[in-house]
């Protein structure tokens, strides 16, 4: 108990500016006591030279006292050193990052406080004097925080608790009342005050941005996630088919050579049958020539004439005929084989899609009963997918004009001022529509009777910009054409056309089974007629397209999503 009340006298006698134990110590006249070394740089360090105040209860002096040492706490601190210190108080080391105590010599403690009065940040231990000493508990404390001195005017050595919004720059209570003197001042405090609500704005904005970055993220993710399902069910079912495939032709293979080694024996025990028949021919004659050379050689005359008769007859060859004879290369069996196998792959592949139908018409409760490779040829059948869809503008050349209603274009004669845009067409008069073609869908379009106009599915992501062939319709693999004349048709597809000599009609209908591959085109009159059908693969969102070739051509999407 003595140790420890010695200990808290000894607290008692330190320094109030470097809170250690009394050297040289002085008593100013308010008092207080200091160390002579700090309380002289403290004085010399004030600006105003007119009077000097007192660290801890702020007194002014009008002139600088004088100081004499203290020989009472002199001797008194000279007994204090002689006692044995208490172990030090274990504390935490400054890490990176972290600010540390200006105070401690040696190991550089983390700080707890920094004091804005004093411009130092302290340990716990040396804060210990701002909780415990009147004076300093007046002083303003904060969060650790290094560069203190940058809260003090280089020109007035004060705090600057001010701020000018004219400049916008913090300054001291001097500079207020200075070069500031007529510019729009607050305390700083109150700028906080102000500038803390933006910040909470920004706080919120900030907080709402993570968030939908956020939701961002889970939706790539669940796409990513529906990406591996997908493909994981795609190479499920490529499995499962390719193995049905294998074993289909395997047991076609089987019965194949079956069936071959079957007429094999049966031919090359006919081929037996016939050559013993040939090898007894080839004896009895063999027997028949040696009796006639060796009647040839006998003297008895009466004995050869009566022996020659029966011995001259000999039977007539018979031949072997053609089909004994054909070569059996048995070509009939491996081409039916393969013809078995690719009407077993054709009925293998529409089971597959009929399945597939089933299952998307039963999620969207449509009537099953037609697959892709049923040809419509009703246009009320067709008229059950219609769909309805507009013209770009962003896409339309400048050379073509838009109706109001985005469903008529007009080739004009002179440019039109449409707006830059990067999906634009800059080469070719052509247009797309915005709506893009999904499952089953039919549209039709209508040009004038004498116009010449082409109806155009292609890939959204057709290039735009330049002469190139991969900005026309019909001369890349992203699109498909058909030009529309007045004798008849002609498809277009990657540079390569096919003519058609149908009846020609000015409105052409368009049906596309996206998850089929199926694009059909057909020419509308009092009835539908299939004009060409293509079967692919579509991998990119189809747009459906117009490409008018001369000055005042027309061509109009027709209305038919009520019909």
Known sequence: MAERALHLDQETFNCSICLDLLKDPVTIPCGHS??????????????CKESYSCPQCRHHFT??????????????????????????????????GDVSCDLCSENKVKAVKSCLQCLVSYCKEHLQPHYDVAALKKHKLMEPTENLHDNICSRHAEIMKMFCRTDQQCICYLCSVDEHKDHDTVLAVTRRHE??????????????????????????QSQADNVIRCGNTAVGETDRAFTQISLLMERIRAEAKKHIRSQQEAEEHRVKELQDKVQQEIIELKTKYKELEKLSHTEDHSGFILSFPSLSKVSEASDLSDSETRPLLFLDVVQTAVAELREKLRDTSALSHDEQDTEEDAEDGAVVGRTEDDEMTS??????YAQSVTLDPNTVHSQLSLSVDNNIVRY???????????????????????????????????????????????YKDIRRKGPSDQCSFG???????????????????????TTFTATPSNKIGIYVDYNAGLLSFYSVCQTVSLIHTVQSTFTQPLLAGIWLKDVADCAEICDISHR
Request: hydrophobic residues 35%; negative net charge.
């Open 34 to 47: 200091y160390c002579m070394s700090c309380i002289n740089t403290h004085w010399n360090g004030e600006v």
């Open 63 to 96: 002139w600088r006292p004088i100081l004499q040492k203290n020989t009472m706490l002199a001797a008194l601190m000279e007994e204090f050193s002689r006692i044995p210190l208490p172990a030090p108080v274990s504390h935490c080391s400054a890490a990176h």
């Open 195 to 220: 500038m803390q609500r933006d910040l909470e704005e920004s706080l919120q904005k900030t907080r709402q941005r993570i968030q939908e970055k956020q939701n961002q993220v889970d939706l790539l």
């Open 379 to 384: 246009r009320l059948d067709l008229l059950s």
């Open 412 to 458: 004009m004669s002179s440019e039109q001022e449409h707006p830059e845009h990067p999906d634009r067409f800059t080469e070719f008069a052509q247009v797309l529509t915005k709506d893009t073609l999904t499952g089953r869908c039919y549209m039709e379009v209508k040009g004038r009777c004498d116009d010449y106009f082409s109806v155009v599915v292609a």
């Open 475 to 497: 001369n890349n693999t992203k699109s498909w054409a058909l030009d529309c004349y007045n004798d008849g048709y002609v498809f277009w597809h990657n540079k390569v056309s």
